[in-house]
């Protein structure tokens, strides 16, 4: 739990100091002093002073802040009855609108950037994931294992359990996870899908469901996964059985197992043991196991089935480069279209994370990525990292006061108005974006504790 969450604090520092970091570099180029810039928050531990800047290293290693000259200017409270914000030669409002435009931007740009840098260095190192095959299962003919819906866009459309989807809207699936990523961004959309059964091609048109707790689409599909013993954990109902990596399950109490839902299914009842039959390099062996359940009554047995290892690598820098870029954009339409949804319905205590769960969610990924090598551990968490940098252009560039994207449209207004707007003005802007954003931080903050009590 330590290292999930000092890696989390670290993971999230990194992006916040990459945005700090744009508007720093900026802020130099367009003729803005900087007074100071901190790699972290708190008391500085070490400082100097170089061309004007004081360099700090603070206590808390938790991203870090760029101070301009004149940015007290923005703080609430500020000399409200004056006739106009103070300009200092070399602070902020010394300079041209335009030049506070682009200070006030590159902050997003920058994680937009790193985004795409960051991506595609992966692409280019290349990275490998588990996976299943293209052929599904029919959730609602699982419903007591699945929470299935009778009436899931899959049932509707004429799918069946055994299937094999092909390609949607045009764009080829090997794998179970395709199905994921093309689905989940086609919530409420009229979707063209071609399948494969019994050897024969066919097409078929279906609607994915909005999910309510993720804001994704949904078809009512699980991977047909097919139930071959990849790993047995040691000291398990499973190994006590005396299951081996390799066995295939092919019965339960009698039942025939075909996927691993057959399995779960047969396991409804909770029994406190039951009888098994496996294929063990082609003989059939009787076994029995006498399971474990969690509190929600799910059994823990502790095995894990065969899967698909994907291997995914840019065939060169430029198109290493080229699909950093596509991903980073992808990314950035999915984002975008997320809060629409949030007015959609959808559930804000699933779907909404604050900062307490953002630094659980990076930390966790990091740690399950670690353990399956050091290698694997940065991957992952440097391609979540790049999603959560994405989330922060976007949020930043947000009209609200307070926020980038709120200064980029008031320093607009004024050069529109070809006049500076006053200090009383521009407080009660800023006013009320510092109490949204406070308020906001509140909510999202009260509700991942709620989330971590009702879901840990």
Known sequence: MLFTIVTGLIGLGIVIFVHETGHFLAAKAMGIE???????????????????TEYRISSLPIGGYCKLKGEQNLQPGESPDSAQITAEEGSLFSVAPWRRIITFLAGPVSNLLFSVLILSLIWGIGYSIQTFGNRIILVSEYGSVAFGDSRYPADVSGLETGDRIISIDGEKVSYYRDIQELIS????????????????????????????????????????????????SPGSPASAAGIRPGDRIVAVQGNPVSNHLDFLQALQGH????????????????????????????????ISYRSITSKQQASSVIDAF???I??????????????ALLFKGIDLQQAVSGPIRITY???????????????????????????????????NLLPIPALDGGLIV??????????????????????FGFIFIMTLLVFTTFNDIFYFFTNH
């Not at 500085?44 to 170089?50: D, I, K, N, Q, W």
């Not at 009888?275 to 009787?286: M, S």
């Open 326 to 339: 596509g991903e980073s954009f992808s990314i950035l339409g999915l984002s975008i279209k997320s809060f």
């Open 185 to 232: 961004i086609r919530a409420d959309k009229t979707t063209d899908l071609s399948v494969e059964r019994n050897g024969d091609v066919f097409n078929l048109t279906i609607t994915p469901r909005l999910n309510p707790q993720t804001g994704g689409g949904i078809i009512g599909v699980s991977p047909w996964i097919e139930p071959v013993v990849e790993e047995v």
């Open 322 to 324: 080229s699909r950093g």
């Open 410 to 431: 008031i320093t607009l207004f004024e050069m529109i108005r070809r006049k500076r707007i006053s200090p009383k003005v521009f407080n009660r802007y800023q006013v």
């Open 271 to 302: 029994p406190l043991r039951f009888g098994l039959t496996v294929e063990r390099k082609g003989e059939r062996l009787d076994l029995r196991m006498v399971p474990d359940y969690d509190e929600n009554g799910n059994p823990l047995l502790g």
């Open 361 to 395: 969610m990076v930390g966790q990924v990091a740690s399950s990525g670690f353990s399956d090598g050091i290698m694997t551990g940065l991957i992952s968490l440097f391609r979540f990292l790049s999603f959560l940098s994405i989330a922060l252009f976007v949020m």
């Open 34 to 52: 900087v007074e100071a810039f901190s790699l972290g928050w708190g008391n500085p531990l070490v400082r100097f002073s170089f061309r004007g």
